[in-house]
């Protein structure tokens, strides 16, 4: 690890990944119907999946979001400060690039193979690419 990641903004950090979950909170609090439909489920379908389940469970998809979005902002912090790029622009820009590049190939090949709906592709990529340029615009602008 070298020096600037060890005196990283941790603040930076984990604002970003809660300003991307939130986003996320958002995003599905919209999309969820169309979502669920493009998964072949309906709420009451996920009642009835859910109703065994410990509260511990069902909370687990949530923390493991957030966790996920802590290592992006880790990660990007690292690729911003590494590149020079430690701005608004840059976060975005870098933040775009890695959606592009890992986040949408990665959706879409796992997606196509469990034969998944392109709409579910869609939606979830869409998701990514929002927390991901929330959390670069972020990082990027309080990274320094």
């Known amino acids: 690890m070298t020096a600037a990641m060890a005196n990283l903004n941790h603040l930076a950090i984990v604002v970003a990944a809660v300003a991307a979950w939130m986003f996320g909170a958002i995003y599905y609090g919209i999309l969820g119907k169309v979502w669920l439909a493009a ?20 909370a687990f998809p949530f923390v493991l979001s957030f966790v ?16 020079g790029l430690m701005t608004v622009r840059g976060g975005i820009i870098a933040a775009a690039l890695c ?23 869609l939606i979830d990529a869409g998701h990514w690419l929002g927390a991901l ?11 320094n």
Not at 134 to 143: D, E, N, P, S, Y
């Open 39 to 58: 998964q072949g489920k309906t709420m009451e379908s996920c009642k009835v999946e859910n109703a065994g389940r410990s509260t511990l469970a069902k």
């Open 68 to 83: 996920a979005e802590l290592v992006m902002a880790w990660a990007l912090y690292g690729i911003l400060l590494h590149m």
């Open 99 to 121: 959606w592009l590049g890992f986040v949408l190939t990665t959706i879409a090949v796992n997606n196509a193979y469990s034969m998944r709906k392109p709409m579910l592709t």
């Open 133 to 143: 340029l929330v959390i670069g615009a972020i990082v990027g602008w309080l990274g």
